[in-house]
């Protein structure tokens, strides 16, 4: 997963501007282009889901990456104008695919269950964009065109690593590592509603969360942050996620050992970060703000996809991990829109505001996504796991 998302991001912060500042189009264009990428990929992870359920994650892998590199050849060699919107496109379509199959993988294969498994895909995210950012910006600087062969060797040395190491998880492989584990008798809408509940709660996080990337970056520029200094918030966001991963330990195991008070704790976290944001008007109080948010991902964001494998009956683990990563890909492209109608609207006071009433009703639906557990409990027993 850390070869995989590097890769990816060799390309992804750039994209903005290579379609702005290379192939002439306006920033307008490009937000269009940018959300045809994100609805691929919103396809590609119920598709991926829905084929690792099928045909298992290996071959649910290979179908993505074989796509993914398809595209990124296309891309090497044709990065003009309209090539460059049906390759990235295909780029979001082939990346959706694997997401949920990797998520759906390492739940399986981790025996003792719980978060730790989702927690480790995470971090070697934050890996990834960390490595694949500086190594892209780096790149680009001598020139944008060696940006799209590096991608593609990246993807390739991950096929090369999927297709020799994940051969022999088959999905009767898969099946028999999860003989083991208590859950959810299958075939029951309870769970399906339950994760519904839960996962318009993960949308409307990642609605408010991806602002930094959007409203609030321009909103630091009006405060005279310059951008390098904006830069570093993210700087400091990966390196707490990387580094922060021995201290959450304990904190999960000792007073947060159930997975939904860690996502009720980590939201709460999120309107605490955006109400420092809300009144911070110097580079420190975004730091403090930035430093409070990560405290908050690292919370919810790999405990969603452990409750969703908790949730999954036998055969549809890929499935409700493929709709894990769809909400959370639709968050992120119709956040910006939200945020961005907003801001010029009503201002980034009202905009807070209404951030933090998101939170407030995300932390309300967390609250509530197992009573329709609890309804069936005549019927059949939903224990939740505690943390690894």
């Not at 290996?58 to 296309?74: F, H, P, Q």
């Amino acid at each position: 997963m850390a070869i995989n998302i590097t890769g990816s991001s060799f390309l992804w912060p750039l994209n903005s501007i290579y379609i702005h500042d290379h192939l002439g189009k306006t920033l307008s264009v490009a937000g269009v282009v940018l959300m045809l990428n994100s609805l691929a990929s919103v396809i590609g992870s119920l598709a991926g889901g829905t084929l690792y359920d099928h045909i298992g994650g290996y071959r649910a892998t290979m179908i993505g990456i074989v796509i993914t590199v398809a595209a990124l050849t296309g891309l090497t060699f044709w990065h003009g104008w309209p090539q460059y919107v049906i390759f990235l496109s295909l780029i979001g379509l082939g990346s959706g695919i694997i997401g949920p199959a990797m998520f759906a993988m390492a739940g399986s294969v981790w025996k003792n269950g719980g978060r730790k498994a989702y927690n480790a895909i995470y971090v070697a995210q934050n890996i990834g964009v960390a490595v694949g950012s500086a190594l892209g910006g780096a790149i680009a600087s001598y020139s944008f065109d060696y940006i799209f062969p590096a991608n593609l060797l990246m993807f390739i040395v991950f096929g090369l690593i999927a297709a020799f190491g994940y051969n022999k998880m088959s999905k009767e492989q898969l099946a028999r590592k999860n003989q083991g584990r208590t859950g959810i008798s299958s075939g029951t809408r309870s769970q399906l509603l339950a994760l519904i509940i839960l996962c318009t709660s993960y949308l409307l996080c990642w609605i408010a969360y991806v602002q930094w990337q959007a409203t609030i970056s321009a909103y630091t520029q009006k405060l005279h942050i310059s951008l390098h200094e904006y830069s570093l918030l993210w700087t400091l966001n990966g390196s707490i996620i990387v580094l922060g991963q021995p201290f959450l330990i304990p904190v999960t195991t000792k007073w947060l050992s159930n997975v939904k008070a860690q996502i009720m704790a980590g939201i709460a976290i999120f309107m605490v970060s955006f109400g420092v944001a809300s009144i911070a008007e110097q580079f420190q109080g975004f730091v403090a703000a930035m430093a409070i948010l990560t405290l908050g991902e690292m919370l919810v964001w790999p405990s969603v996809p452990a409750v969703a494998g908790e949730l999954a009956p036998k055969g549809r683990e890929g499935f409700y991990q493929g709709i894990v990563n769809s909400v959370a890909t639709a968050g992120r492209m119709i956040g910006p829109v939200i945020g961005g109608l907003l801001a010029d609207l009503y201002g980034m006071n009202v905009l807070f505001a209404v951030l933090i009433v998101l939170y407030a009703v995300a932390l309300m639906l967390t609250a509530a996504y197992n009573l329709p557990l609890k309804s069936k409990k005549a019927e059949q027993s939903v224990p939740l796991r505690k943390s690894c």
